[in-house]
């Protein structure tokens, strides 16, 4: 087992463990931690805890100390040459006539490295692009080229729900999201509605699936011919989240609807599965 606290190096971004040592680290404050890219400047979000080896990669970088307001007020001066050196790149991007888009400029903590990020729809030959920006800023320099998820999650924006981007706002991760889970919860196939502003599907059909799937795994398929008290038929929709069938019933010529219990308790399906 191991001693963690959990680190965060943005709102929304990704959290790390890292060994507290002998300090004595609470949730909510500043530390100054040693990462593989240098020194960085983080909020503990996870209290300290034991882990096992499986849930950390080894070895455990450290916690070198408390954040005081001298590490605060050099974060918020790399956030203002972070700024300029927006800027600068945009101009030279500009002169050199590349095909990308300039997301964002993040200086290290402890200035070693400017990282530049950029989306572009191939690859792109910056290597002259990386020596003007060398000679300028000289210090280690970082094109990365991210995807439009990611675009998103550092620029922010308002989704179709009229709430801040979840990924910008609260998701660390982003999991996989299919069209499947569109259907299995009957949601309109239409990509404008089941889109971000990312351009990919929402990251919100993945929050409800699990419960979906476990719902429709205890009524019929579609398509199944069951028996109903008002005869046999034929399965042509289902609510999901009501428990609902809608049976087409040959003898009545219509359809009709009827609860996942009054199925059981017909006996046309079993209250433990139906697959």
Same mark, same amino acid.
């Given at each position: 087992m191991h001693h963690v606290v959990?680190?965060?190096?943005?709102?929304a971004g990704k959290i790390y463990y890292f060994d507290p040592v002998?300090?004595?680290?609470?949730?909510?404050?500043? @530390?100054?931690?040693?990462?593989?890219?240098?020194?960085?400047?983080?909020? @503990? @979000?996870?209290g300290r805890k034991q882990v096992g080896e499986k849930d950390v990669v080894l070895p455990l970088k450290r916690v070198l100390r408390i954040a005081n307001s001298k590490d605060k007020l050099t974060v918020e001066e790399n956030k203002a040459a972070a700024k300029k050196a927006f800027e600068t790149c945009i101009e030279k991007i500009s002169e050199h006539n590349l095909d990308m888009k300039l997301v964002d400029v993040e200086y290290t903590f402890d200035r070693n490295k400017v990282l530049f990020y950029f989306?572009?729809?191939?690859?792109?030959?910056?290597?002259e692009l990386v020596k003007d920006l060398a000679a300028i800023f000289r210090t280690r320099i970082e094109l990365r080229q991210i995807g439009v998820r990611d675009e998103a999650k550092m620029l922010g924006g308002i989704g179709p729900c009229g709430r801040v981007l979840c990924c910008s706002s609260f998701?660390?991760?982003?999991?996989? @999201?299919?069209i499947k889970m569109a259907k299995d919860q009957s949601l309109s196939l239409n990509p404008a509605k089941i889109s971000g502003l990312c351009g990919r599907l929402m990251c919100c059909l993945k929050y409800e699936n699990d419960s979906y799937e476990s719902a429709k795994r205890e009524l019929p398929d579609i398509g199944r011919e069951i028996e109903t008290p008002h005869g046999k038929g034929r399965v042509v929709g289902l609510n999901i989240l009501e428990q609902m069938v809608q049976v087409e019933?040959?003898?009545?010529e219509r359809v009709l609807v009827f609860s996942l219990d009054e199925l059981i308790e017909y006996g046309t399906v079993s209250a433990q599965a139906t697959k």
């Open positions: 959990g680190v965060r190096f943005k709102k002998d300090l004595e680290v609470s949730k909510g404050e500043f @530390v100054i931690v040693e990462t593989a890219r240098g020194i960085e400047f983080g909020k @503990v @979000v996870i989306t572009a729809d191939g690859r792109i030959d910056f290597r998701l660390g991760d982003f999991e996989p @999201v299919s019933v040959y003898e009545q």
